[in-house]
């Protein structure tokens, strides 16, 4: 749930402002490059540089305060590591499906008629834009998610995260049939939801459900 929103906020600005600057080739290509960088690697991947980040940090910090604990559980800032590996990677599918078809509708007729005729640039994005994005916006989210929840068993281990990833890493180590199961079928049901959200949210499917 916080992955979800930390993607739909935060993904959903970057693309806002990647394709409000797409003229500017330097601030469009720092957002670019940048979710297609994160897009491109693995959310456990993600997990262990931030746990090498932090480790670095906190070793050559001459307080003797830990930044940010590395591994373990607890609803408190144990949480800040294993929730930022799992969002980027949907932060990053969020803001790319979302500036391609924001640049999209930015370069319709419409949208060219509107500012001709003097209409504010927020009046434009609120009542014109956004509700052609917004589809996308869906889309990218479980599209994103999907993915960072392929690698949750990795990332609930590296950060030793009592969660239902590394419950099923527990049943194979112990040769729990029935562990492994309930743990396979959460994950596939956690899944094939999210794909199912990815699909519904097409701009097709919701014509056909309007």
Not at 92 to 117: E, G, H, N, Y
Not at 140 to 152: E, K, M
């Amino acid at each position: 749930m916080g992955a979800a929103v930390l993607a739909l906020v935060i993904g959903t600005l970057l693309g806002v402002a990647a394709a409000l600057w797409r003229r500017r080739a330097i601030a469009g290509g720092i957002i670019v490059g940048g979710t297609t960088m994160l897009a491109a690697v693995p959310a456990f991947f993600v997990a262990y540089f931030l746990q090498i980040v932090v480790i670095t940090i906190g070793a050559s910090a001459t307080s003797r305060d830990r930044l940010l604990p590395v591994y373990g559980f607890g609803y408190d800032e144990h949480l800040v590591l294993p929730l930022l590996s799992i969002s980027l990677p949907a932060i990053a599918f969020t803001a790319q499906l979302t500036a391609t078809r924001m640049i999209d509708v930015l370069s319709s007729d419409f949208i060219t008629a509107a500012q001709a005729k003097g209409l504010r640039m927020r009046w434009i994005l609120a009542i014109h834009v956004l509700p052609h994005v917004r589809p996308a916006v869906i889309e990218a989210l479980g599209s994103g998610l999907r993915v960072s929840v392929a690698s949750l068993p990795i990332v609930e281990y590296l950060f030793q995260w009592r969660g239902i990833g590394q419950l099923a890493l527990e049943a194979v180590g112990i040769h729990d049939a029935n562990g492994f199961i309930f743990s396979a079928v959460v994950l596939a049901s956690l899944f094939a939801s999210l794909s199912a959200l990815a699909d519904l949210s097409r701009p097709r499917a919701l014509f056909r459900f309007s």
